[in-house]
C-alpha cells in the first residue's frame, strides 16, 4: 500500500516530534498574524480621523503592556527554540542499536547495500520498529536522499560520508527522492522505502541473492588490495593492526585523538599519509582512485566486523556497539575470523 505523506501522521520516531513542532509553529504564526491583522484592520477604521483639525489625543507608554509584549514572546521563541533543539540532536544522533545500511548516489540512481550483502538499486527494504542508520556518500555530484514521510532530508555529498537514520513506524511503500538537483535526469533519481513486518524482512534479506555478507565481501578485498600484507592481526606488521579500530580513539603522530568512525577509515585509505597513528611511518599507499566507493564501503564493513583489540575491554555502552553481528565477538586470541558467515547478517531477531 502506497502512503502519502499527509497520510502518516504516526510515522517514524522523529516524525510525530516533528509533525508537532511543524503544526504547533504554524498555528502560533497563524494566531499572531492573525490577530495583528485584525488589531490593525479595527484601529485604522476606530481611530480613523473625523475631523480635518482633529488632533490625537497622547498616549503614555504603559509598562506593564510593554513588558507582557517582551517577556511572553521570548518565552514562546525559546520554547520554539529548546524544543527544534532537541529534535536536531535526535535528528543527529541515531540510536546505538540502530542498523546499518550503506547508500551510494550516482547520476541518476541510489544504490543501496546491507551488511548481510543484499544489494538494491532505487528500492529499500527495512523493518518497521527498528531504527535505520544510513551512511551515505556520492560518487559523482552532490545528490540529497529525502523520504517526506519520514521527515528526513540529508545531502549526499562527494568524498565525505553523510547519515541519516529513520524508524518505520508502519509497513508500507513510501516515495524516495533526490531534493538537490544533480543534472538531466534528477527528477528520475527516485525511489521507494519499504517497510516491512519483521518475518517480512527477514524472509526478504533471505531470498536476497548475497553472495555472502558485505564484510566477507571486505574480507576478499583486504586481501585483494594487499592490506593484509601489512595490516597484521598480531599488531607486527609494517601498519597498524585493524582488530577493534572502528569506534576506537586513535592517537595521531601530532597528539590529536580522533575516533575511527566510517570517516576517518575512509580518509585513512585514501589520504593516508595524513594523520598516521603515533608510532608508525607514513609508508602506506594511497588508493585514491583505485577503490570505488562499494569496494570502500565493504572494507568499512570488514574493519567494523573484525572485533575488539585484543587485551583492551571495551564497553558495550553507547559508541562501542559491535552488536552489528548479532552481538558476536571473534577470538581475540586468534587471527580473528569475522563472523561473516552466520545466518543472520543483519543482526535482525
Ligand atoms: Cu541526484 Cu538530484
Known amino acids: 500500500m502506497i502512503r502519502l505523506p499527509l497520510a502518516v501522521f504516526l510515522q517514524g520516531s522523529v516524525t510525530h ?124 555530484v552532490i545528490h540529497s536522499f529525502f523520504v517526506p514521510a519520514f521527515r528526513i532530508k540529508q545531502d549526499v555529498l562527494p568524498g565525505r560520508y553523510t547519515t541519516i537514520w529513520f524508524k518505520a513506524v508502519l509497513p508500507g511503500t513510501y516515495h524516495l527522492f533526490c531534493a538537490e538537483y544533480c543534472g538531466t535526469d534528477h527528477s528520475q533519481m527516485i525511489g521507494w522505502v519499504y517497510a516491512m513486518e519483521p518475518k517480512d524482512y527477514q524472509l526478504w534479506l533471505e531470498q536476497g541473492g548475497a553472495e555472502g555478507s ?46 575511527a568512525d566510517e570517516s576517518y577509515i575512509r580518509n585513512k585509505i585514501l589520504n593516508p599519509s595524513r594523520r598516521v597513528p603515533q608510532g608508525f611511518k607514513a609508508i602506506m599507499p594511497t588508493f585514491k582512485g583505485q577503490l570505488s566507493e562499494d569496494e570502500i564501503t565493504a572494507l568499512i564493513a570488514y574493519i567494523k566486523a573484525i572485533g575488539p583489540r585484543p587485551g583492551s575491554q571495551l564497553p558495550s555502552g553507547p559508541g562501542e556497539e559491535l552488536g552489528d553481528y548479532g552481538g558476536v565477538s571473534p577470538d581475540i586470541s586468534e587471527p580473528p575470523t569475522p563472523p561473516v558467515k552466520q545466518s543472520n547478517p543483519g543482526g535482525v531477531r
Not at 66 to 76: A, D, H, M, Q, V
Not at 242 to 251: C, D, E, F, K, W
Request: one cysteine or more.
Open 17 to 140: 516530534e516533528y509533525n508537532v513542532l511543524f503544526w504547533v509553529i504554524v498555528s502560533i504564526c497563524v494566531f499572531v498574524a492573525g490577530g495583528i491583522a485584525t488589531v490593525l484592520i479595527y484601529s485604522a477604521w476606530h481611530f480613523r480621523r473625523r475631523d480635518p483639525n482633529e488632533l490625537p489625543p497622547q498616549i503614555r507608554m504603559k509598562l506593564s503592556a510593554e513588558l507582557t509584549w517582551i517577556i511572553l514572546p521570548s518565552i514562546i521563541f525559546v520554547a520554539m527554540f529548546a524544543y527544534g533543539s532537541k529534535l536536531y540532536f535526535d535528528i543527529e544522533r541515531p540510536p546505538d542499536d540502530a542498523e546499518d545500511v550503506y547508500v551510494v548516489a550516482k547520476q541518476w540512481m541510489w544504490k543501496m547495500q546491507h551488511l548481510g550483502g543484499q544489494r538494491e538499486i532505487n528500492t529499500l527494504h527495512v523493518p518497521v520498529g527498528r531504527a535505520i542508520r544510513l551512511n551515505m556518500i556520492s560518487e559523482d
Open 214 to 259: 558485505l564484510a566477507s565481501t571486505g574480507e576478499k578485498y583486504f586481501h585483494q588490495f594487499g592490506c593484509a600484507d601489512c595490516h597484521h592481526f598480531d599488531g607486527h606488521g609494517p601498519g597498524p593492526s585493524l582488530i577493534g579500530l572502528y569506534r576506537h580513539p586513535v592517537q595521531t603522530e601530532t597528539g590529536q585523538v580522533v575516533i
